[in-house]
């Protein structure tokens, strides 16, 4: 389960890199973000039934909780600046 919600996230933020292809930088944010609180917010209340990688997949969300921030800053200035 957790390799799936892994992917599923990274799905999301490939599909918000994509709308920069139109370019659409408000759907592109909103993607991207929802992507890593996805990968962060994945919540495992068995730890027994925890794979074996639990190390990958916390570094993994590490990684994407900070990506997740500094994409929403990013969004922040550039909506400051542009409205």
Do not use: H, Q
């Amino acid at each position: 389960m957790e390799v799936l919600n892994l992917l599923v996230g990274f799905e999301l933020i490939i599909v918000g890199l994509l709308y920069l292809v139109k370019p659409d930088i408000a759907s592109a944010a909103s993607w991207s973000i929802f992507g890593c609180m996805y990968i962060v917010m994945d919540k495992y209340s068995v730890l027994e039934n925890m794979s074996k990688n639990r190390k990958l997949v916390e570094d993994i969300k590490y990684g994407a909780a900070w990506l997740g921030f500094l994409i929403s800053t990013a969004f922040l200035g550039y909506m400051t600046f542009t409205i």
